[in-house]
């Protein structure tokens, strides 16, 4: 007869099965235009935590709002799509040279080739290198722990004199412990924590994504006007947003104006491009 403890357990293991359906069978995903709304939403909020970024270089976040145009969709997504296709190109490159040295056992290539590549991409989009000495350490973390669990399944480790049995021992009380969390605490409170956090690393990404391309900008629009340089740095419906730079140091200094760009034959707005090599810098940067 089942004690009380387990029935709750079970009670609860049967909810949490629910949780979890094939992406095939939940029907609001059938319809194309719930699909339409998801895509517009997901490419809006990348948009804004993109923009957000990329804004909070030129410290313009507490100046204008943002507004989201195509053109700033067409911005975000496309840096987007680099980053994973970075990440991708990383990731296969990893896969063919662990493969073609033969140094590694297949079966740890592809979990140290996924986080070769999500480490390297993440480090590039955060500090704009790439820091190996991190990444190796946690690819060697990575392998030791697949490696591992590989192994305690081997036959090869049944013969190892009470290995098997402290593992065995330790196995079934992680398990235990996580019988007596699952039936006080539904998995479903669990996941939302996980999907606000990965909301959040989203968020977080492509907001240092849009900081990064700013800072890595080289080619501007500059004005010269009354012996000042001004160069523009947004654009703001028909208004150009600009601010006062200095070449020769390559440093904006955080004094904006909004002009209009509309202009005639008689009194044209006069833009230079030019290409700095490094980008600028705000003045107050350190």
Not at 235 to 257: F, G, H, M, Q
């Amino acid at each position: 007869m089942n004690s009380p403890f387990e029935a709750q357990h079970n009670k609860a293991k049967e909810k949490d099965k629910n949780l979890f359906v094939p992406v095939r069978e939940i029907k609001i995903l059938k319809d194309a235009a719930v699909i339409v709304v998801l895509l517009t939403a997901l490419s809006y909020f990348i948009t804004y935590s993109f923009r957000s970024g990329y804004w909070s270089y030129y410290q313009l976040e507490d100046i204008t709002p943002i507004d989201i145009g195509p053109s700033d969709i067409s911005m975000a997504i496309s840096n987007v799509a680099m980053a994973i296709v970075f990440g991708l190109i990383v990731y296969v490159v990893i896969t063919l040279v662990l493969w073609m040295s033969k140094v590694i056992i297949s079966e740890l290539i592809n979990p140290i080739a996924i986080t070769f590549a999500a480490a390297t991409t993440i480090s590039m989009i955060y500090t704009g290198s790439i820091e190996l000495y991190i990444t190796f350490e946690i690819c060697i973390i990575v392998a030791v722990f697949v490696g591992l669990k590989k192994f305690t399944e081997s036959k090869s480790f049944k013969y190892i004199p009470l290995l098997p049995r402290v593992y065995n021992y330790l196995l079934s009380e992680v398990k235990q412990l996580f019988s007596i969390w699952s039936a006080f605490i539904p998995l479903k409170w669990i996941i939302i924590p996980i999907i606000l956090f990965l909301i959040y690393a989203t968020y977080k990404t492509c907001y240092y994504l849009g900081s990064r391309i700013a800072e890595d900008k080289e080619s501007y629009l500059i004005i010269n006007h009354d012996s000042t340089v001004y160069v523009v740095i947004g654009e703001k419906k028909d208004n150009l947003i600009i601010a006062p730079v200095n070449l020769n140091k390559r440093i904006i200094e955080p004094k904006y104006s909004i002009i209009e760009s509309k202009s005639n034959i008689t009194s044209p707005l006069v833009l230079e491009r030019t290409v700095i090599k490094g980008g600028f810098k705000m003045k107050n940067d350190k």
